[in-house]
């Protein structure tokens, strides 16, 4: 099994900065996605940003240009950069892990997720 662990989420105003962290650890033989997603109360969980292990990226429009996904391979860990936080990000945000364990099976593994709260 993949465990995640996300931190860095908390309180912000709006127009200012947060950075989120998420380190995976367990049965890994390759990551080759690394997300960030995030869900509010009563809303479906949705999409924010994702990162290849070639780099490759992926934001929603709701948060491009503003936020920023990086990773460090070596090190199991994403980064999510939210800049010019708007009230609307407020949400739960969750860190995901897709790849393979050791013995070549697939894994897809979620954090706990860590609360973001933007006030106006």
């Known amino acids: 099994q993949v465990q995640l662990v996300e931190s860095g989420g908390g309180l912000a105003q709006a127009g200012g900065s947060l950075k989120l962290s998420c380190v995976a650890s367990?049965?890994?033989?390759?990551?080759?996605?690394m997300g960030w997603y995030r869900q509010v109360p009563g809303k479906q969980r949705e999409f924010v940003a994702t990162?290849?292990?070639?780099?490759?990226?992926n934001y929603s429009d709701a948060v491009k240009g503003r936020f920023a996904i990086s990773r460090d391979n070596a090190k199991n860990t994403v980064e999510l950069q939210m800049n010019s936080l708007k009230p609307e990000d407020t949400a739960v945000y969750y860190c995901?892990?897709?790849?393979?364990?050791?013995?070549?099976?697939?894994?897809?593994?979620w954090g706990r997720g860590t609360q973001v709260t933007v006030t106006s």
């Open positions: 995901r892990a897709v790849g393979l364990s050791r013995d070549y099976r697939g894994n897809d593994a």
């Open positions: 367990g049965d890994i033989f390759i990551i080759n996605d």
């Open positions: 990162i290849s292990s070639g780099g490759g990226i």
